[in-house]
């Protein structure tokens, strides 16, 4: 994720190309007027080798104006009170990941069409190569129902989900549907029950072994039963509305691992975790980039009952093997719920028992928007049935 001082160190590297550039041209400016002399030469030749000079250095300048304008500073914003918004996911129009506002609302600069996508607001696309300052976003209105639940109760958490693997800017895999969560709230366990779901997905990819394609995280969904918590700690510091934790998770720590986002909207946090700051890379062949995880509750407490939203997005380059070509990977995981329900021990047994699945259903129009055109992608791949490794 980008830091809070990657735009000063970007903004100073700036000018500090531009002031270098600078000295040059008055250097060389001075001394064709005479202000400067330059030894072991004819004057009238000087004048025109540095009149040509000149003219390169003025072509140069533009070009370092021209492309300062390209990629302008932007900040994104809360559209009712202007406050910066923190966490906010910017894609290019291919969708790739290019960065994440920080506590400041500031991303990275960028050029050409960008979306910027945030689980709180509307998305919204903009060019980045004309627009500079202030980006403003529209919240978005959430309405879950209130749910009251005993000590033995259960939980159904019913979603949305949506996954997308790509090697080297194509779809390997992509998958939609919808999918229950029955909660335990005695004991915590969790299950999950798939009910629809439509996958697309390349050739070959259930093959045991295959170094031409590059699917770590195994080609799963999203499944609370598997989450491995990372233990906050103390507070860091604080930023606008963002809270920064020191954390360790498997022997190591972080003091900034952890973003804490009170969002604009009422009920709504917003907690993101930057797993690369735990990883030990031991493996050579495999590059991280980008390991975040995003949970959004409606709740301080953060129970799974007030779960809104989960977002993990996995990107890294992969050589199968010594000596062959890295594979550029994005993986991505979303999950929006859009129904909770109490239920007694009895009908979550029953309902559980039900593993009926279908591809025939409409999706719920409520997930993230991305720049990702589901036809275009997943055109020739293999539709299958829900599976994952």
Known sequence: ???????????????????????????????????????????????????????????????????????????????????????????????????????????????????????????????????????????????????????????????????????????????????????????????RRVRACRQYEQSGLRKLINFNISILSEARSFDMSRIKYVKRDTVNSIKGDTTFYSSHFKGTQSDKAIMYIDTHQKNLYRHIIDNTQYRKITNPLLKIKTDVCDWTFSDKKEAWSSLVSFRKIWNYDNIPLPGKSAIETEEMNDFVVTGVKALTKEQAQTEMKDRTETDNFTLPDCLPAIPYDVAKETEGLLIKRFWEM
């Open 1 to 191: 994720m980008q830091t809070d001082s990657a735009i000063s160190a970007h903004f100073f590297n700036e000018i500090y190309k531009f002031s270098f550039v600078f000295a040059i041209y008055f250097i060389t400016f001075a001394a064709s007027r005479g202000k400067i002399p330059l030894p072991n030469t004819s004057h009238k030749r000087t004048v025109m080798r540095i009149d040509r000079i000149i003219t390169a250095l003025i072509t140069i300048l533009l070009l370092c104006f021209s492309g300062t304008r390209a990629c302008a500073q932007i900040r994104i914003v809360d559209e009712q009170d202007e406050k910066p918004v923190a966490g906010a996911y910017i894609f290019s129009s291919d969708n790739h990941l290019l960065c994440i506002s920080d506590s400041k609302g500031n991303i990275e600069p960028q050029s050409g069409m960008i979306t910027i996508s945030n689980v709180a607001y509307e998305s919204k696309t903009i060019d980045a190569s004309t627009i500079k300052g202030d980006v403003l976003l529209k919240q978005k209105v959430y309405a879950l129902p209130e749910v009251t639940v005993n000590k033995t109760d259960h939980i159904k958490l019913t979603g949305v989900f949506r996954d997308i693997c790509r090697n080297n800017g194509k779809t390997i895999l992509y998958r939609e549907g919808i999918m229950d969560f029955y909660i335990n709230l005695e004991n915590g366990k969790t299950k």
